[in-house]
């Protein structure tokens, strides 16, 4: 009987000892992944670090590519494009103006009523249309013929008390956000389609002629006289309202900036010098590369499998298109070499940008003591459950690496638009105030970045310079904006009113 109790006592020690290695060896394995996780974390970290030497390294290259861009056409990776635009509005301009915005899958059309500098903006209205799938992908004249008849309908709505005078032609301003070789301030040959739509007989043709053809067709007597982008639309918008706005910035799904040059500082510039001194120039920023930008293997990746490989460098580690994708691509490295969601890769991760930058500022904006917001969405959009605490914390702290990052080199790009301004010192004795006009949702509405940026470019400019530089919202820059460019840009400013 003992040596029964004795052997049931040594197998029972010895099941013992060997759950309790495996138990032991299943935790190192555990504590291996967790480390490996953390590992790919930290080195991402270090590999996109922003330290205030490589910004400033950042902001003198834009300022040296800007020079290139303005000296001649390709002599940068900016194109620096003349946009014809020389009068900005300055508050003076009266009358009934239209605006058409057309940048995507809906197109706007707006109109304003100006009183002047006592009334500034009586009365705004605006209509959205969206615009038919075929449609984006059928002929020229079909789809001016569908957007110029939407306008005239909207022209058909103006009130009794507010007509143009007899004789006199409506006026538009037309925000127009397709890759564009502006000729005129109110002509531009379309150089390609881009976000789905596909037309071949538009490219290489004015796109005011066939929106002018099509007003035609439907009997609608109205002129284009301006011809903008977004972003120079922005800019517009934000000198109606301060006059020391010297740049605009869009920060949303895509970025771009725009600001005033003097136009004797451009070489390029072969034609009569405008009465005004200045010429806004678009410089398409989003093209902006350089050697002092910290990339990742993660952003030569998403860029290779890219529809334009080696363009819009810049754009793709700062813009909200591309956020929420960075976060998702080390997600899935972590997924696949430190098994951070479990033995098996979530196959949601694995679907290109299906985390968007609205998803990842919800997750880092989540104050709450579980990360609940965090929980939520990894649910919701990827369909993983069961995360813990430390791994909802590691997630955060990757929205907040990526977010950071975007956000330090958008204001290193700000300064080098000063720089090349010369308004990134304090002169004796000048309070010369500097006003940016920004735009876009990740600015709007990215707490944490937009927070983020504004530190950073005080940290760059210093407390002396930091008070005379403004950073100012814009919203609906583009559509207004392009209304107070047709008129500032008009033949005729002035409205009966019966």
Same mark, same amino acid.
């Given at each position: ?8 006592? %040594? ?9 309790? /290695?495996?138990? +032991?060896?299943?935790? #190192? ?10 590992? !790919?974390?930290?080195?991402?970290? $270090?590999k996109c ?8 390294? %950042? ?5 040296? $590519? ?5 000296a ?9 494009? !003349? ?22 899958t809906n ?13 500034? +903006? ?34 058909? /709505? $103006? ?14 301003g ?22 789905g739509?596909?037309?071949?007989? /538009? ?10 053809k099509? #007003? ?37 799904t ?18 009569l010098?405008? *009465?005004s001194?200045?010429? @806004? ?9 350089s ?8 952003d ?8 334009n490989?080696? &363009?819009?460098?810049?754009? *793709? ?9 960075? @976060?998702?691509?080390? =997600?899935?490295? #972590? ?18 940008? !299906? ?15 579980d ?10 959009? =990827? ?20 977010? /950071?990052r ?23 004795? &000048? *309070? ?28 760059l400019?210093? &407390? ?10 814009s ?12 008129a ?11």
């Amino acid at each position: 009987m003992g040596k029964v109790a004795m052997g049931a006592a %040594v197998v029972c020690a010895a099941a013992v000892c060997a759950a309790a /290695t495996l138990l +032991v060896r299943h935790r #190192m394995k555990n504590s291996g992944k967790w480390g490996r996780a953390l590992f !790919i974390l930290k080195e991402f970290e $270090e590999k996109c670090g922003t330290p205030i030497s490589k910004l400033k390294q %950042v902001a003198d290259a834009m300022t040296v $590519e800007m020079h290139a861009g303005l000296a001649s056409e390709g002599g940068s990776k900016l194109k620096m494009i !003349i946009s014809y635009a020389d009068n900005l509005p300055t508050g003076d301009e009266k009358g009934l103006f239209y605006a058409l915005d057309l940048g995507g899958t809906n197109f706007r059309v707006l109109r304003v009523h100006l009183g002047g500098k006592e009334s500034r +903006v009586i009365k705004k209205e605006f209509e959205e249309v969206s615009i038919p799938p075929h449609l984006m992908t059928g002929s020229s004249d079909a789809l001016f013929d569908y957007i110029a008849s939407a306008l005239a309908k909207f022209v058909a /709505t $103006e009130s009794e008390d507010l007509h143009v005078s007899p004789g006199r032609q409506r006026e538009l301003g037309f925000t127009f956000s397709f890759p564009v070789r502006q000729t005129s301030i109110s002509s531009g040959t379309l150089i390609k389609w881009t976000k789905g739509f596909s037309i071949d007989d /538009t490219v290489g043709q004015d796109v005011v002629g066939e929106l002018t053809k099509a #007003m035609e067709r439907v009997g609608l007597d109205m002129r284009v006289a301006a011809l903008v982008n977004d972003t120079i639309g922005t800019l517009a918008g934000g000198r109606y309202n301060n006059p020391d706005v010297v740049a605009a910035v869009i920060l949303g799904t895509g970025t771009n900036a725009a600001y005033v040059e003097r136009a004797h500082a451009i070489p390029k510039w072969h034609g009569l010098l405008p *009465k005004s001194g200045d010429m @806004v120039i678009n410089m398409e920023w989003g093209n902006f590369r350089s050697s002092h930008l910290p990339l990742t293997e993660y952003d030569q990746a998403l860029d290779a499998e890219s529809l334009n490989p080696g &363009e819009q460098i810049f754009e *793709k580690i700062i813009s909200g298109m591309y956020l929420g994708e960075i @976060v998702r691509r080390v =997600l899935c490295k #972590m997924a696949e070499e430190a098994a951070f969601f479990g033995d098996t890769v979530p196959p949601k991760l694995k679907i290109p940008f !299906i985390l968007r930058t609205p998803h990842m500022s919800a997750m880092h904006h989540d104050t709450s003591p579980d990360l609940k917001m965090v929980g939520t969405k990894l649910k919701d959009i =990827l369909e993983i459950s069961n995360t813990s605490l430390k791994m909802r914390k590691v997630i955060v702290e990757l929205c907040d690496i990526v977010a /950071t990052r975007g956000a330090r080199l958008s204001a290193a790009g700000i300064v080098g638009i000063l720089k090349k301004l010369g308004r990134d010192t304090v002169k004796d004795g &000048e *309070k010369q105030k500097s006003v940016v006009a920004l735009d876009g949702g990740l600015y709007e509405h990215y707490t944490k970045f937009r927070t983020c940026m504004e530190n950073t470019l005080r940290e760059l400019l210093g &407390e002396e310079v930091s008070e005379n530089i403004v950073i100012e919202l814009s919203n609906d820059g583009s559509g207004i904006g392009a209304a107070l460019l047709a008129a500032s840009h008009s033949q005729c400013s002035e409205v009966d009113e019966s």
